[in-house]
């Protein structure tokens, strides 16, 4: 089994800066993707961004230049780091990873437990 442990959520002041952490435990074979959702009181859980192996990114056009993805695939963590924060970032953060746990099988996908970001005005 795949654990993805989340920290460095909080609360925080429009314009602040924060940053998440993710690391992924167990049985890992590769992780190809690794990323960060989010999902806000109401609405559906949408995408953040993500990293490949390769250290290709993509991201949500509402945080291109404020958010900046990165891992250290040595260490199966990801990282977010949010600068600029407004109010309407507050959500909670998911961490997910496209996990192959043996090279004889496809990869599955796993989600971490969530962590709170507030974002005050």
């Known amino acids: 089994q795949v654990q993805l442990v989340e920290s460095g959520g909080g609360l925080v002041e429009a314009g602040g800066s924060l940053r998440l952490s993710c690391a992924a435990s167990g049985s890992i074979f590769s992780i190809p993707v690794m990323g960060w959702y989010r999902q806000a009181p109401g609405k559906q859980r949408g995408l953040v961004a993500t990293i490949t192996a390769a250290g290709s990114t993509n991201s949500a056009d509402s945080v291109k230049g404020r958010f900046t993805i990165s891992r250290d695939s040595a260490k199966n963590t990801v990282y977010l780091q949010m600068n600029s924060l407004k109010p309407e970032d507050t959500a909670v953060y998911y961490c997910?990873?496209?996990?192959?746990?043996?090279?004889?099988?496809?990869?599955?996908?796993?989600w971490g437990q969530g962590t709170q970001l507030t974002v005050s005005s």
């Open positions: 997910n990873a496209v996990v192959q746990t043996t090279p004889h099988f496809g990869p599955s996908n796993y």
